[in-house]
Nanobody
């Protein structure tokens, strides 16, 4: 099982980024998938979760109406579309598969700064 994130980078406040998490070794649409983020010195924070088979999504209050989690079944990839980014969104973002003992990607850095 492998999760590979991409799409992070530096963006100005108000800008957008789309993070990708490509999965191999399992079919991610069959399980819940989440995005977390972490800043140095703080605990990892749950940002968004999708359960594709149930068409259910959940978001942290801090990102609701700005971020959208989705799945492309053909690409076995989960995305996080991030709009109206704020400096406080700066963090390393990780995808997580709720399968087996749980699997993490390696993380991708998002920096929101002028």
């Amino acid at each position: 099982v492998q999760l590979v994130e991409s799409g992070g980078g530096l963006v100005q406040p108000g800008g957008s980024l789309r993070l990708s998490c490509a999965a191999s070794g399992f079919t991610l649409s069959r399980y819940a998938m989440s995005w977390y983020r972490q800043v140095p010195g703080k605990e990892r924070e749950l940002v968004a979760t999708i359960v594709s088979g149930l068409r259910v999504t959940n978001y942290a209050d801090s990102v609701k109406d700005r971020f959208t989690i989705s799945i492309d079944n053909a690409k076995n990839t989960v995305y996080l579309q991030m709009n109206s980014l704020k400096p406080e969104d700066t963090a390393v973002y990780y995808c997580y598969a709720h399968w087996g003992q749980g699997y993490w990607g390696q993380g991708t850095q998002v920096t929101v700064s002028a």
